[in-house]
């Protein structure tokens, strides 16, 4: 049972504390939140305008006391832009993690405006949003080279899979540093009363132990672990109650919430949601 005091500690961001306090300073606490900025610009995209700015939406973030940042840059180039990296780069002061497909172009990006963190997701052409985790196994070879030069460039390499034990076996045998748990099935269970009652609330307990078990399998191993997708103020508690999850990467719900009582407040909202569910561990 953690103790009031660490609890007090956990709420404080590294925009609060300064940078370089160690990692694992945090990680025995709260899990750590890095909030997803894409629908900032998916905002700005839709009228190929210079608002809202993400940079600014960046900046908003880190002061409500989000860990680091968190954009998706996709081949289609559906919401964030390869300038809004850059700029971000260089502005990002906490920590700046980028998902992206294993490919060539991503790679060669990734190499040249060094975030601290790259997560390999699956990128289907047609997808509304990422469709589930990267299957590992069946793209062995490219991701276990991709991994290796994200390594050798000085980056986190982190892989988005589902909380299967044979993806995460394969994400450690590739050398990936963590795994990012896939949330969606999760997430989807919670939707409206379906995990209140019968057939919804076995589902969504089936699937809180799968990330459970998956979890534990990950730390296992020696693998930071990590989670998010479809994750929101009323579904995070249980799953910020798995004390090896110590980040986790959110977005829409945010962005969302965010229209109603700005950005800081729906930062500051998540943080609490996630530090409520921490306490029921
Ligand atoms: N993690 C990964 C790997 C994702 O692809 C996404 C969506 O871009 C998220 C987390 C955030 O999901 P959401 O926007 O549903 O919070």
Not at 50 to 65: L, R, W
């Amino acid at each position: 049972m953690r103790s009031g005091n660490d609890l007090v500690l956990a709420s404080d961001g590294p925009s609060q504390l300064g940078i370089g306090i160690p990692e694992d300073y945090y990680s025995p606490m709260t899990a750590r939140l890095n909030v997803n900025i894409d629908h900032v610009a998916t905002v700005r995209q839709a009228r190929r305008a210079p608002e809202p700015s993400v940079v600014a939406a960046a900046m908003a973030c880190e002061q409500a006391g989000a860990y680091g940042i968190t954009i998706h840059l996709r081949g289609d180039r559906r919401h964030i832009q390869d300038l809004d990296l850059q700029v971000l780069r260089q502005s990002v002061a906490t920590y700046l993690n980028v998902e992206m497909a294993a490919t060539e172009e991503m790679l060669g990006i990734a190499l040249h405006t060094k975030p601290d963190a790259v997560t390999l997701v699956a990128e289907k052409a047609d997808e509304i949003t990422t469709e589930g985790g990267l299957d590992v196994k069946a793209n062995i070879s490219i991701v276990r080279a991709t991994v290796a030069r994200i390594r050798q460039g000085g980056i986190l390499a982190s892989l988005f899979i589902d909380p299967d034990p044979l993806q995460i076996e394969v994400a450690r045998e590739v050398g990936a540093q963590q795994v990012e748990l896939c949330t969606a099935a999760y997430a989807e269970t919670t939707l409206g009363a379906r995990a209140i009652h019968g057939e919804g609330s076995v589902k969504a307990s089936q699937e809180l132990r799968r990330l459970r078990d998956g979890a534990a399998l990950a730390k296992q191993y020696g693998l930071h672990v990590a989670a998010g997708h479809g994750l929101t103020y009323r579904n995070v508690g249980p799953v910020a109650a798995i004390s090896e999850i110590t980040e986790f990467n959110i977005g829409h719900n945010i962005v969302s919430r965010a229209i109603f009582v700005g950005l800081e407040g729906a930062v500051a909202e998540m943080r609490t949601a996630i530090r409520q569910g921490a306490i029921c561990k």
